[in-house]
């Protein structure tokens, strides 16, 4: 089954305190190329994102963007330098011991000072975290894929359809081409019939032409090779392995055996049929641009 290079997917998954959610954007490229946004507490888990996309996709340029927070509890919590407050405390007697004052410091005069209570940010769970961000991004990557099929399937039936239009128009060709030398014979006989009146012309000399005519407008070998990539596209179309570089690369050859065939050709009929297929594959071309 072919399949596409553009999709989109999402998956969220909840594991202990740690919430992940992964958005997955896919467009077409030559390659596979990954780019993660993860958030920095969970960078450490770049690599593993990446291996994951890139066991279940073959090309295609992929956004990554993952977000976390913390099941029901506060983002950022306070925490106490307990040995900054003893100092503190520490100081504070030996002030009041100073100024002969017995009065005891009150704690929160203590907590009020700078450094003693400090509000950071809670720390990742990172086995949670690791196991919610691999469930989120099998998610969203099942959602991507089957996008990405259901667009291939679509894709797999226009290509499919060119295909038949194009192996039909070279048929047509095959059959034009005896033709095309039985027509240079006509004309030619008829043309040294005119110029020669009444001298007698040679006609073993007549039939080298047309066989020397006939050689250099043969077009049998591009008529055998331009069916021979059309069967190889056909089973491309049926397999369920990534075709897109081996489609690219046979639709080019298309268009380097049908160039051919027009230049050796002199024919009407094959002239028109030639710029008819070449706007064809060209159509093809486009399409499997998009294929994985």
Same mark, same amino acid.
């Given at each position: /089954?072919?399949?596409?290079?553009?999709?989109?997917?999402?998956?969220?998954?909840?594991?202990?305190?740690?919430?992940?959610?992964?958005?997955?954007?896919?467009?077409?490229?030559?390659?596979?190329?990954?780019?993660?946004?993860?958030?920095?507490?969970?960078?450490?888990?770049?690599?593993?994102?990446?291996?994951?996309?890139?066991?279940?996709?073959?090309?295609?340029?992929?956004?990554?963007?993952?977000?976390?927070?913390?099941?029901?509890?506060?983002?950022?919590?306070?925490?106490?330098?307990?040995?900054?407050?003893?100092?503190?405390?520490?100081?504070?007697?030996?002030?009041?011991?100073?100024?002969?004052?017995?009065?005891?410091?009150?704690?929160?005069?203590?907590?009020?000072?700078?450094?003693?209570?400090?509000?950071?940010?809670?720390?990742?769970?990172?086995?949670?975290?690791?196991?919610?961000?691999?469930?989120?991004?099998?998610?969203?990557?099942?959602?991507?894929?089957?996008?990405?099929?259901?667009?291939?399937?679509?894709?797999?039936?226009?290509?499919?359809?060119?295909?038949?239009?194009?192996?039909?128009?070279?048929?047509?060709?095959?059959?034009?081409?005896?033709?095309?030398?039985?027509?240079?014979?006509?004309?030619?006989?008829?043309?040294?019939?005119?110029?020669?009146?009444?001298?007698?012309?040679?006609?073993?000399?007549?039939?080298?032409?047309?066989?020397?005519?006939?050689?250099?407008?043969?077009?049998?070998?591009? /008529?055998?090779?331009?069916?021979?990539?059309?069967?190889?596209?056909?089973?491309?179309?049926?397999?369920?392995?990534?075709?897109?570089?081996? /489609?690219?690369?046979?639709?080019?050859?298309?268009?380097?055996?049908?160039?051919?065939?027009?230049?050796?050709?002199?024919?009407?009929?094959?002239?028109?049929?030639?710029?008819?297929?070449?706007?064809?594959?060209?159509?093809?071309?486009?399409?499997?641009?998009?294929?994985?």
């Amino acid at each position: /089954m072919l399949r596409s290079m553009t999709g989109f997917g999402a998956g969220r998954a909840t594991v202990g305190a740690e919430e992940i959610s992964v958005e997955l954007k896919s467009v077409n490229h030559k390659f596979c190329e990954v780019k993660p946004r993860l958030p920095r507490e969970l960078a450490a888990f770049e690599s593993e994102v990446v291996r994951t996309i890139k066991d279940r996709l073959a090309r295609g340029a992929v956004d990554v963007t993952v977000r976390r927070q913390a099941v029901a509890q506060a983002a950022a919590v306070p925490t106490v330098d307990v040995a900054l407050a003893r100092e503190y405390q520490r100081a504070f007697t030996e002030l009041a011991h100073a100024l002969g004052r017995r009065d005891e410091v009150p704690l929160e005069h203590i907590a009020s000072q700078p450094g003693v209570i400090r509000v950071e940010e809670r720390g990742v769970n990172a086995e949670d975290a690791l196991e919610a961000l691999q469930a989120a991004l099998g998610q969203a990557l099942d959602a991507l894929v089957q996008m990405r099929e259901t667009e291939g399937r679509a894709i797999a039936q226009d290509l499919s359809a060119r295909v038949e239009t194009i192996s039909r128009g070279v048929r047509e060709i095959e059959a034009l081409a005896p033709q095309a030398v039985e027509e240079y014979r006509q004309r030619l006989s008829e043309k040294v019939a005119e110029l020669a009146r009444e001298v007698t012309v040679d006609p073993l000399r007549l039939v080298q032409e047309v066989a020397f005519y006939a050689e250099r407008t043969d077009v049998a070998e591009e /008529m055998t090779r331009l069916h021979s990539h059309l069967e190889q596209l056909r089973a491309l179309l049926r397999t369920d392995e990534p075709a897109g570089r081996r /489609m690219d690369f046979l639709v080019q050859e298309l268009h380097r055996e049908i160039n051919t065939t027009g230049a050796k050709s002199q024919h009407a009929g094959i002239a028109a049929r030639v710029v008819e297929l070449k706007a064809e594959i060209e159509r093809m071309r486009e399409q499997v641009q998009n294929v994985e």
